[in-house]
């Protein structure tokens, strides 16, 4: 990885996520004044001094805890303090250094990182205060007194840190990294997808429903190509939204598909589709993303002849609006069939950014009026003069016609067709945008 990666760790409660939050300029971590509100890393581009650097927000660490949860987190931070070129280790000025201080400390030089000792809620930070120096006997420097909540002091910080980064490597080409959001309600596999991908626990993986909260970027790079994975927080039914910490949640997934290439919307085999996974595609399907269908837990379905394409039909059955998305069945607990995903990822990515030139496009367009002549609407005919491209991510394009009342739906849907079945477009939605001529707006 081309760009250096600052882990912010620390006990919990001690504003990690507040300080995160500052320096990636957008509310990315949760922030609730609860102790294990942010379990999973958290991934964030950021800049400082003209250096891109990736920030990584973690659980907070609970050294002694024998909680499943807490313990899981602290492997998580373990495993983003051993992916990190600097470590930001925030404690809280106001208690002072508390025992789990100590420990972490301890930890933290074990791994022989440079390390930025912050101390957070110095809200008086004009006032020196006696209580910075016992953060000396901690043994990592000289301390930096912040307010992460009034963006106090950062700037020091970020120096620091700008300080320690690696010589830089340059021109690592972010063009070639396909973003793929993993979707789909809680508990149906999404974070064990992605270990099995990645072949190493980076998401917490726990049958308690909701253990992912925050959307996780994990990179990764085989013979296929240059990957981001998102795992995301499944979205529960509204009326299980009942705490603040889910309706960030929620927020996540919907942003997290925004940042996606591709979404991949896991359905477990043994539920079948549900509403909830009708609305999460809708969701995925009006962002405009490539799509692809994977079916969960095949290896726990019973099955007989004629099984798979059943189910197949049953799914575009219920997700009619996502016929063109290719369906894949696999075991993420197995990892049965998961290494067809790249392809098919790759496949998808190519489509949604798929550029057709005006010349093309046209000759395919009258070749469809050929075959079909365009409706009539009281004897007034529908004329089709050109069409274009307006853009990528999804294919867009904009036809011209002299009536915008006559182009009826089902001709849209036909053209629409007529252009999938022409360039294989596969796994992507196509959009079509209708200009009465003379109208040349939304052109491109």
Not at 10 to 16: I, L, T, W
Not at 89 to 107: E, H, N, P, R, W
Not at 219 to 229: D, P, T, V
Not at 394 to 400: A, D, G, L, M
Request: proline share 3%; charged share 25%; glycine share 6%.
């Amino acid at each position: 990885m081309s760009k250096p990666i600052v882990a912010v760790v620390g006990r919990p409660n001690v504003g990690k996520s507040t300080f995160f939050n500052y320096i990636a300029g957008k509310r990315i971590s949760i922030v609730e004044d609860v102790p294990g509100v942010t379990r999973d890393r958290v991934y964030a581009d950021a800049n400082w001094r003209g250096r891109s650097f990736t920030l990584i927000d973690t659980g907070g660490i609970e050294p002694e805890s024998e909680d499943i949860i807490l313990s899981q987190m602290r492997e998580q931070a373990n495993l983003a303090i051993a992916m990190a070129d600097v470590i930001v280790f925030v404690t809280d000025i106001k208690q002072g250094v508390t025992a789990a201080d100590s420990d972490i400390a301890l930890m933290l030089k074990k791994s022989k990182k440079p390390i930025i000792l912050v101390c957070n809620k110095a809200d008086n930070y004009g006032k020196v205060s006696d209580d910075i120096y016992e953060f000396y006997n901690l043994g990592l420097g000289e301390p930096y007194r912040v307010s992460a909540v009034n963006a106090i002091g950062i700037g020091d910080v970020l120096d620091a840190i700008y300080e320690k980064f690696p010589e830089s490597n340059e021109n690592e080409n972010e063009s070639e990294i396909i973003k793929v959001a993993i979707i789909g309600k809680p508990n149906v596999g999404k974070s064990s997808l992605v270990n099995k991908i990645l072949g190493e626990n980076r998401v917490i993986v726990s049958d308690i429903a909701g253990t992912t909260r925050d959307a996780i970027d994990s990179e990764f790079e085989n013979e296929f190509g240059k990957y981001i994975f998102i795992d995301t927080a499944g979205i529960r039914k509204k009326s299980k939204v009942s705490e603040n910490l889910e309706k960030y949640s929620i927020a996540r997934t919907l942003l997290a598909i925004e940042r996606a290439d591709v979404c991949i919307l896991m359905i477990d085999a043994n539920e079948g589709v549900t509403e909830q996974d009708t609305k999460i595609a809708g969701e995925a399907h009006e962002a405009g993303k490539g799509i692809i269908i994977v079916v969960n837990k095949w290896d726990e379905y019973e099955k007989e002849n004629g099984t798979l394409e059943q189910y197949k039909k049953d799914v575009y059955n219920k997700l009619s609006y996502l016929s063109y998305a290719p369906i894949l069945f696999i075991s993420a607990k197995t990892g049965q069939r998961v290494n067809k995903i790249f392809e098919l990822i790759n496949s998808v990515a190519s489509q949604n950014s798929l550029r057709v030139s005006t010349s093309v496009l046209n000759q395919v367009l009258n070749e469809a009026i050929a075959i079909v002549q365009p409706p009539t609407d009281k004897g007034k005919r529908l004329r089709i003069f050109y069409m274009t491209q307006a853009s990528t991510k999804p294919p867009t394009f904009v036809v011209f016609v002299n009536d915008k009342k006559l182009f009826h739906f089902s001709y849209e849907r036909y053209l629409i067709n007529q252009i999938r079945k022409e360039f294989r477009l596969i796994g992507t939605p196509v959009r079509m945008i209708v200009r009465e001529k003379g109208n040349i707006e939304g052109k491109e």
